[in-house]
């Protein structure tokens, strides 16, 4: 019996596409650790954004950082290819630069699998989500994603945990 030829290009669009996401997600790697460590940003500025629940914690140009509920001080519970593709751990070579309303002494590192130095706040591992599109934007907000739960932290280091969105 032979195919129509519309549905051996519809499927072979869709390999090409499921290679993407895999290349995409690290290769297919596997769950345990990403194959390399993600981009790191050089001269991070951390900064508040407004919300609905008062400020927030967000990089320099306006982009919403998370906690994931997972994590531990000093130690990062998204390893997965497919959780850093979703959740991009904000990465720094060098100590952020802190804006105003924000305590340095909160500030600091860890050395993440595979290598890399994570940005955490609070103790609290930081990363942005690739649903926020556009700076500003808030729809990781009490999301669980990944295994666990994802909020937005607080100037004061502890994470927000009560449910809202902004431009999503």
């Known amino acids: 019996m032979r195919r129509p030829p519309n549905l ?4 072979g669009a869709g390999l090409v596409a499921l290679a993407g996401l ?4 690290g290769g297919g790697t596997g769950l345990g650790e990403t194959a390399a460590p993600p981009t790191t940003t050089p001269g991070v500025t951390l900064s508040l954004e407004g919300s609905p629940v008062g400020r927030i914690l967000a990089t ?3 982009h919403t950082l998370y906690d994931f509920a997972l994590d531990r001080p000093g130690h990062s519970a998204c390893t997965s290819s ?7 751990p904000l990465l720094s070579p060098r100590t952020p630069t802190v804006a105003r309303g924000l305590r340095r002494s909160l500030v600091g590192t860890i050395t993440r699998p595979g290598g890399g130095e994570q940005v955490t706040y609070g103790g609290h591992p930081l990363y942005t989500w690739s649903g926020d599109t556009e700076p500003g934007m808030v729809t990781g907000q009490a999301l669980n994603n990944a295994g666990g739960l994802w909020y937005v932290v607080g100037p004061s280091g502890r994470p927000i945990t009560t449910p809202f969105t902004v431009g999503g």
């Open 60 to 62: 320099g140009s306006g």
């Open 8 to 11: 051996r290009l519809s499927v």
């Open 82 to 88: 497919i959780c850093v593709f979703a959740w991009p």
């Open 22 to 25: 895999l290349a995409a997600c």
